[in-house]
């Protein structure tokens, strides 16, 4: 059995929820996770916040348009009129269950009810439309199984004997559906895995069942090899290990966070990104084999602050990076890049938030140099320090950029080189070309 799991923009409208019924009813028993509409988890928080804030008109307001715009799409997604009537109760039953929220004290428990009913009304309009076509659709309702433990943290033995019971009870069904992102509590209270978190449903449920593999259907034909808002010509990279993933998803790709498909990875199972608008194309699969001496991708983060701590105190010194680290770690904020020689170490940062406290400590210890908006270039792939080359080609690529650091050898995967924002564009442009187009 596979996980395909379909974002908001795949059920964003009643078309997209048929298109997504078709090629779901073509792919066999599977179990089928659907985040909400696109904009619904959007719309609920700013209800909630019209709540929180008092203003009962502007809920009420919010959530009648809301719920027009959900009676539109019921009445354009089913013929039958007996389903369409079923389809209206449930969509009825949840803007009023919201609407009870309008009458009496709003904390962040009524804020989780009602930004539960997202995902519970696409999956039951997905369920009713696929019944209405004669399918054998089952809903396994999350909220009976996905649930976190004391510490927040997904509860994987309850998840597993949960799940497993519900689709024992449902063995006939064609097909199954559940809601991605919501879940309970280790106190039985409604609450979600974070925005973004149906990715993550689709993880913690293809490890529950060992799938044979997740498949996260966005609207794009999975992850490319550079930023195509910057380069021309970019293409989808086929196979990434997990790390490589990783690496690309922290470093400002536009793919899965690391974190939703850690459990994919620790049970090993593949994940692919496919594209609902183009079901044919090949996409992405993330596993955790290596495809060998290639570099797949090349990504970019933006907003970096680069600080060089200078001092004869070094030298020889032991402890003197402990020092710093503990400055960094005294105000939250992570380091991303490092490069150290024996006077100094520079590293990098994604957060000016305590910058000016940052630096008060760090004078202490020696002199400080701060450079501001920089940008991390990324380059992915199998970069196992064994095999020749690839760093030489990289820094060739930039030979007449200025680059402020590079960090090599932290992992098998990755170098990641520090230059001014202004310069951005023309580097990923010039690894493109001698990386990937071999126009060195
Ligand atoms: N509907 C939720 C959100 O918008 C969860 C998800 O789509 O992954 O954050
Ligand atoms: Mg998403």
Redesign the pocket.
């Known amino acids: 059995m596979r996980v395909l799991k379909f974002?908001?923009t795949s059920v964003g409208s009643a078309q997209r929820i048929k298109n997504v019924a078709e090629l779901i009813s073509k792919r066999g028993k599977n179990i089928i996770v659907l985040?909400a509409m696109s904009g619904t988890t959007n719309t609920l928080v700013e209800i909630s916040d019209y709540l929180y804030k008092k203003n009962t008109d502007g809920a009420k307001e919010t959530i009648n348009n809301l719920e027009k715009h959900y009676k539109d799409t019921v009445d354009e997604l089913f013929s039958d009129s007996n389903f369409k009537d079923d389809a209206v109760k449930e969509i009825k039953a949840c803007f009023n269950y919201i609407r009870s929220f309008t009458k009496d004290i709003f904390t962040l428990f009524e804020e989780k009810e009602i930004l539960s009913q997202g995902e519970l009304m696409s999956t039951a309009m997905m369920n009713l439309y696929l019944q209405s076509k004669g399918i054998k659709s089952a809903l396994l309702p999350a909220l009976e199984f996905m649930r976190t433990d004391k510490n927040g943290e997904p509860d994987s033995q309850y998840i597993k004997q949960k799940i497993n019971a519900q689709i024992e009870k449902h063995a006939d069904a064609d097909i199954y559906i559940t809601q991605g992102y919501i879940c309970r509590n280790a106190y039985g209270e409604v609450d979600n895995l974070q925005?973004?978190g149906?990715?993550y449903s689709a993880s913690l449920i293809g490890a529950a069942i060992n799938a044979e593999e997740i498949e996260i259907w966005?609207d794009i034909d999975g992850m490319h090899n550079n930023d195509p808002r910057y380069v021309p010509d970019t293409t989808p990279v086929h196979t990434l290990h997990f790390e490589e993933a990783a690496e690309l998803a922290y470093f400002g790709a536009k793919i899965l966070h690391p974190t939703c498909i850690l459990p994919a990875k620790l049970n090993n199972i593949p994940v692919r990104l496919l594209n609902t608008m183009q079901p044919e194309a090949e996409g992405t699969l993330i596993y955790n084999s290596k495809a060998g001496k290639e570099i797949k991708a090349i990504a970019a983060k933006d907003n970096i602050t680069a600080i060089k701590i200078k001092s004869g105190r070094m030298l020889l010194a032991y402890g003197f990076l402990r020092k710093v680290f503990e400055i960094f770690e005294s105000y939250k904020t992570p380091i991303d890049m490092i490069a150290t020689s024996e006077v100094g170490v520079s590293v990098s940062i994604d957060n000016e938030k305590n910058l000016d406290g940052i630096l008060d400590d760090l004078k202490k210890f020696g002199t400080v140099t701060v450079d501001h908006d920089m940008v991390i270039i990324c380059v992915v792939g199998d970069l196992e320090w064994k095999n020749c080359g690839f760093e030489s080609k990289v820094l060739q690529a930039l030979t007449d950029i200025p680059v402020r650091m590079i960090s090599y050898g932290g992992s098998n995967y990755n170098i990641s080189i520090l230059v001014k924002r202004e310069d951005k564009v023309r580097a990923l442009n010039k690894l493109s070309d001698y990386l990937f187009k071999n126009k060195a």
């Open positions: 974002g908001g985040s925005r973004g149906s990715d966005t």
